[in-house]
């Protein structure tokens, strides 16, 4: 049996430690972010924006949604240099703990009645707090756990950070769907709502609980080793070390070009389309979304797994030819305003994306050496949040009331074939020696 980084039960013990700490991180910062996203349109909006238009309250809510994307790339930028110099462990500590308090904070935020402006401004400032830490989180958890992963089985190990996303999401719905329930009405919108961003606490000692034995990474361990042995070393950015070799970030970025936007169209255009063009009931669809994040978490170990039998780049290719041929498919079913086959359509969706984006963290983590993997992980995993990610549900929103849901299906097809591209002219990385790239 091939033993995991490092040899004896210790090693297996750190690992699932790791792992244990990673999932948590993971579930924590998609549950802090899915909470916002749910609650920015219904409650956040009237509570911290001013005026008596309710659609501007509701675009200023859901702008100060998409600034937590903003700061992602830079909370990548940061923590992944502070990463590659100081260590994973540091890091993984660092950006859960402040993503953990900021969400909490929202919690006890002083509405705009009680403070004025103030309130709206603080508020503003902690959702970029918590995009800031995300974006170093994510690359932390990912890499700890490749790093420490044997090397025949990273894909499937590695796809389980990944996977928080659809479980942080899924817990995020399930705690509004029960506190709504035992507050109903006026008490859920006046301070019900602040149980469910108060709950990072419990969340966070329990994540902290879980990795406060988590060792240091032995991929970092040694190449910090390796580094103290040379006669001469010259420090530079790892940022820098990273975009100097650009070929990785970008075979990187046009990857997550096409599932980026895929995810966000299979996840939040849809509640926008569905409801106002067909009639769906809002909860209806909301309850398709979640239920469908179960398909995506299968999808994503799945794909992992699967990408230790065939490699990388064929267990992302047939996930993405795959969402090629089902994006017509999909509109299709939603148009027939039958809600099983919006299930249908939302759950194969939703699965197919988990297989592409399950592979892809084991495949990033392999394309870069040990001395800027984390500000090239963090770069390609954040970077692609701006470029794709948070513009997607606009841009498919603009393109379908300008020029019809065709061209909403072509704006899917078209990045998810620079996906394609991408992917198949990049090297296949399974099994790599993570101390050996270069």
Known sequence: MTSLAGTGPTSRTSFKRVLAGSMAGAVLEWYDFAIYGILAATVLGPLFFPGDNEIAKLLLALATQGLGFVARPLGGIVFGHLGDKFGRKPMLFTTFIILGSATALI????TYDDIGIWATVMLVVLRM??????????????????EYGEPRRRGFWASWPQ????????LATVMVTVI?????????????????????????????????????????????????????????SSILAALSRPRPVLHGLGMRLGENIAFYIYTV?????ATTS??????????????ASLFQFIGMIAGGHWSDRVGRKPAMLVPAVVLIVWAPVFFWLVQLESLPMLWIGVCVGAFFHGMLAGTEAG????????????????????????????????????????FGVATVVGYLVLTMAIT??????????????LDAVE
């Open 107 to 110: 919690g006890l935020l002083p």
């Open 129 to 146: 707090i918590q995009g800031f830490a995300l974006g170093g989180e994510f690359g932390a958890a990912v890499l700890m756990v490749s």
């Open 163 to 170: 996977a928080g996303a659809p479980l942080g999401t899924i």
């Open 180 to 236: 709504a329930f035992l507050f109903p009405g006026d008490a859920f919108d006046e301070w019900g709502w602040r149980v469910a961003f108060l709950f990072a606490i419990p969340l966070l000692i329990v994540g902290f609980w879980i990795r406060r034995s988590v060792e240091e990474s032995p991929v970092f361990r040694a190449a910090q080793a390796k580094a103290a042995q040379r006669a001469t070393t010259t420090e530079r």
């Open 269 to 273: 255009f849809v509640i926008a389309y």
């Open 278 to 291: 067909f009639g769906y009931a809002r909860g209806d669809v909301i309850m398709a979304v979640t239920f």
């Open 363 to 402: 495949w990033i983590t392999e394309l870069f050496p040990t001395r800027h993997r984390y500000a090239g992980a963090s770069l390609v995993f954040q970077g692609s949040s701006i470029i794709a990610g948070a513009p997607a549900p606009f841009i498919a929103v603009w393109l379908i009331d300008r």
């Open 420 to 433: 394609i591209v991408a992917v198949a002219t990049s090297r296949e990385t399974r099994g790599a020696d």
